[in-house]
């Protein structure tokens, strides 16, 4: 039996928006209790509310799932994924497939670009990491002498990877355009290692 929490979810899954009064009947108890799990899925980031004109009054509040919250049901985006790249290579040469995902890296890493290029390197290391982590990425870095090193504890294409291992062209771009600087791939979990993991040097830090 499911639980009241992922009661709503489905019903904002069928109903993309709802009102608390909406959702209390559709999982059938008081709209207090809605009131008191919507809380608690908006604090992890599942759900949304935004207002909603309805007529004369003040605008009513509407509930919605966010992609984090669309993400807990089954999908077939990666299914989707794989077969639109083995199409692609059916008809692009690799070369041709590794330039797509790298213009795709670089506008990824424009969007950003402007705010942190002018930033200190740790500074802009830690805005590169809070902005990678709203991408689905999961960064450290840490300083090593004068080099810096970056670690990658989640990748978004990890998965599509395994099957279109050029995916992973996107992590080296994105990282090296937004620190305008070449980040070395030192380590890669393709080759057996734990994380992918990227080099800043000081050299390369100093020539810049």
Known sequence: MKSTRDR???????????????????VDINTISVRHHLTNLQAEGLIQASEERHGVGRPRL????????????????????????????????????????IRMAKSLATEHLDRIK?????????????SLGDEGFMIEWQKIGEDYQIIEKACPFYHVGQSHPEVFIMDQTVISTMLSIPADKVQCVLSGDVHCTYLITGKSLAEA
């Open 62 to 101: 509407v509930y919605s799932l966010t992609d984090t919250g669309l993400e807990k049901f089954p999908t077939r985006y990666m299914t989707l994924t794989n077969r639109l790249l083995e199409q692609l290579k059916t008809t692009l040469t690799q070369e041709e497939i590794n330039q797509v995902f």
């Open 8 to 26: 709503i979810l489905q019903t904002l899954l069928t109903n993309p928006t709802a009102t608390i009064t909406e959702l209390a009947e559709a």
């Open 118 to 130: 002018k930033l200190p390197i740790e500074q802009k290391l830690e805005a590169i990491r809070k």
